[in-house]
């Protein structure tokens, strides 16, 4: 049985800070600009690193930046962390941002569209 907190999920949320700090301050490709890194997965044996990505901007090119930036991060993860084996990094973009900010935008439209219904009601009432 896992424990709650096991060691792979201490290197994620190490990782990820390292990550985001890189990301902002030592990553100089273009392509690469406001980033979030949302979570991190990394596999039980460490041999893989699953990062979460969001960003505002077109996420094509910033695909391809960070997949061109993942040796330079790597090896500065080994220089930070206390590893035997650095993860090999694998990024895939994190829509759930953006579900949530479109499900904001029906709630809000449905709730408008329920306040407009039910003024004109009250209005055919009077």
Same mark, same amino acid.
């Given at each position: *049985?896992?424990?709650?907190? &096991? ?12 990550? $985001? #700090? /890189? /990301?902002?301050?030592? +990553?100089? #490709?273009?392509?690469?600009? *406001?980033?979030?890194?949302?979570? +991190?997965?990394? =596999?039980? #044996? ?19 930046? %960070? ?5 330079? %991060?790597? &090896? ?8 035997? =084996?650095?993860?090999? %990094? ?6 759930? $941002?953006?579900?949530? @900010?479109? @499900? !904001?935008? %029906?709630? #809000?439209?449905? @709730?408008?569209? =329920?306040? !407009?219904?039910?003024?004109?009601? $009250?209005?055919?009432?009077?």
């Amino acid at each position: *049985m896992a424990k709650a907190y &096991s060691r792979s999920s201490r290197v994620a949320e190490q990782m990820r800070r390292e990550l $985001a #700090d /890189l /990301l902002q301050f030592e +990553v100089k #490709d273009p392509r690469v600009g *406001m980033v979030t890194i949302t979570e +991190v997965e990394v =596999t039980g #044996d460490m041999a893989h690193a699953k990062i979460f990505y969001s960003a505002s901007e077109g996420t094509a090119d910033l695909q391809a930046g %960070l997949e061109k930036a993942s040796g330079f %991060l790597r &090896s500065q993860i080994a220089k930070r962390m206390l590893l035997r =084996t650095v993860p090999q %990094l694998h990024f895939e973009y994190d829509a759930s $941002a953006d579900y949530a @900010m479109k @499900m !904001s935008k %029906l709630i #809000d439209e449905a @709730m408008s569209s =329920t306040d !407009s219904a039910s003024d004109k009601s $009250a209005d055919n009432k009077d």
